[in-house]
């Protein structure tokens, strides 16, 4: 079984930044794709931003230019820069591990509150 431990969330005044680690307990090549999720108070679960094995990212509109995620394949750890904050970017941020040949592993959160 394949565990992803997110940290790195906390509180933060509206302009400041956090930056959120996922540690993962194999190899992260393996997976075709790792993604950072998020789900606000009262929303659905959204993708925030994803980084392919190959190094190619993908953004939501919404963090364009403030967010930027990252991968260490040596520690098996993803990171996610956030830059920016304001408080429609407050939720539970979840890592994902993802691969075509049908693993899809999940963290158990981390809490990030930005405040006005």
């Known amino acids: 079984q394949v565990q992803l431990v997110e940290s790195g969330g906390g509180l933060v005044q509206a302009g400041g930044s956090l930056r959120l680690s996922c540690a993962v307990s194999?190899?992260?090549?393996?997976?075709?794709?790792m993604r950072w999720y998020r789900q606000g108070p009262g929303k659905q679960r959204e993708s925030v931003e994803l980084i392919a094995s190959g190094g190619s990212t993908n953004y939501a509109e919404s963090v364009k230019g403030r967010f930027t995620i990252s991968r260490d394949n040596a520690k098996n750890t993803v990171y996610l820069q956030m830059n920016s904050l304001n408080p429609e970017d407050t939720g539970v941020y979840y890592c994902n591990a993802w691969s075509p040949t049908g693993y899809d592993y999940w963290g158990q959160g981390t809490q990030v509150t930005v405040s006005s």
């Open positions: 194999r190899s992260i090549f393996s997976f075709g794709v």
